[in-house]
């Protein structure tokens, strides 16, 4: 059932982040810059939290990935995304954006769609109701919280990657990734991963340094991804609530190893 090839890839991108150590720009949301720096550190890279407009042009030619995360939004913030963006694609730095709350209002959702126009984004990675709001108009959400599951968002999302010739990931019970093409499913994860705030921004941050050091985006989003989820299954076993678990989260993401991630990693490929 699990994909034996690409559990193998998940240790493989995980030597390769730790040998490697990456730097992932991140212009990300003031309720996260901490979990998300933390994690990065704890999994082998090196996070920078870089957002002023007269510096992000630098700070991005220094790095392996891009992370661009609404979450906290504002015009000044976006002008900043776009600029890092624009020097990013010019030097073929990979860029994954986090549509934070897109559908809850429609600032966020049209910042998230104009990202989307602008740059060339990578990765895609949301939950069912954000994918769906770039997809149509009229889907919502609750704040930041998603109303939509996986398989409601699967069909938008494949056509929408195919559109953007990016890969969205749905992230939920079972995590989707697709590049409208191929799909992956993702079977790693705890249920106590929604109850800490900046599981799903955490998520997307690994992704960003697994696109670092592997070209194919299906691939390293999906080994990412089962790398998060292994960790959360870990941090269930030793947290005793939402309080315990976020401290066994991150140490879990620093102690698992990679054969442990090639034994763990539960990745299913679905039919073309």
């Known amino acids: 059932m699990f994909d034996r090839e690409l559990a193998e890839k998940a240790g493989a991108n995980l030597e390769q982040v730790r040998r490697s150590r990456p730097l992932v720009h991140n212009i990300t949301n003031f309720v996260v810059m901490n979990c998300t720096a933390n994690a990065l550190l704890a999994i082998g890279a090196s996070p920078v939290m870089a957002h002023a407009k007269d510096e992000v042009e630098e700070m991005v030619a220094l790095a392996g990935a891009l992370v661009l995360n609404i979450g906290t939004l504002s015009l000044e913030w976006i002008d900043s995304m776009i600029r890092a963006g624009k020097r990013a694609n010019e030097m073929e730095i990979p860029i994954i954006l986090d549509p934070v709350g897109s559908g809850a209002t429609s600032m966020r959702t049209a910042?998230?769609?104009r990202l989307i126009r602008e740059l060339s984004i990578r990765v895609i990675r949301g939950n069912g109701s954000e994918?769906?709001?770039l997809a149509e108009s009229g889907a919502g959400t609750k704040g930041v919280d998603s109303v939509h599951?996986?398989?409601?968002a699967k069909e938008a999302a494949g056509e929408l990657a195919r559109e953007l010739g990016t890969t969205l990931a749905i992230t939920g019970a079972v995590d989707l990734v697709t590049d409208g093409r191929r799909q992956l499913r993702?079977?790693?994860?705890?249920?106590l991963m929604q109850s800490v705030t900046g599981t799903g921004c955490t998520?997307?941050?690994i992704i960003g340094a697994f696109l670092a050091v592997d070209k194919d985006p299906v691939r390293a989003t999906a080994t990412a991804l089962a790398y998060f989820g292994l960790a959360g299954e870990k941090a269930a076993e030793k947290a005793d609530g939402p309080g315990s678990y976020q401290v066994a989260l991150l140490d879990a993401l620093y102690?698992?190893?990679p054969g442990q991630l090639t034994e763990g990693a539960r990745i299913?490929?679905?039919p073309d």
């Open 111 to 113: 910042s998230a769609k």
């Open 131 to 133: 994918v769906l709001s």
């Open 149 to 152: 599951g996986v398989d409601e």
């Open 186 to 191: 993702v079977h790693n994860g705890h249920e």
């Open 203 to 205: 998520a997307t941050a």
């Open 255 to 257: 102690k698992i190893t």
């Open 268 to 270: 299913q490929k679905e």
